[in-house]
């Protein structure tokens, strides 16, 4: 698959819905699989994973620091050119206030993402 094939909204969406809006660990390990390459990294502000396993446990440290109605959801589509895509999004309680609001960007190999990159907006941007 080339960069030009790659569905980049389809993928980051598939991401921000089955991975980060996954509660339970063994559904979002099956998501991480379909999604991410084998020794795909991910990169949060204060800190590293690498791997599937490594990657769940991560992104389970994070959902269980937030209360357990916050809800990822996208801020439009997501765009990308060349084997890197960009998603914005937002967090916070279902039909609430935003609490927290950010970017996803992502290397891409084939159609599963190798690297993604969590950039979180400063308070009030």
């Keep these: 698959m080339t960069a030009e094939q790659i569905d980049y909204d389809a993928l980051m969406q598939a991401n921000l819905a089955r991975v980060f809006g996954e509660r339970d660990a063994v559904r979002r390990i099956s998501a991480i699989a379909k999604i991410y390459a084998d020794d795909a990294v991910l990169y949060e502000p204060h800190a590293a994973a690498t791997g599937h396993v490594a990657i769940n446990q991560a992104v389970d440290a994070l959902l269980s620091s937030l209360p357990a109605g916050f809800v990822f959801t996208a801020i439009g589509p997501a765009v990308g050119h060349h084997g890197i895509g960009r998603l914005r999004w937002q967090s916070g309680p279902p039909n609430g206030p ?3 609001t950010g970017t996803d960007v992502a290397h891409f190999q084939g ?7 969590v950039f979180l907006d400063p308070a009030g941007a």
Aim: no cysteine.
């Design 111 to 117: 159609d599963l993402i190798h690297s993604l990159y």
């Design 98 to 100: 935003v609490a927290v």
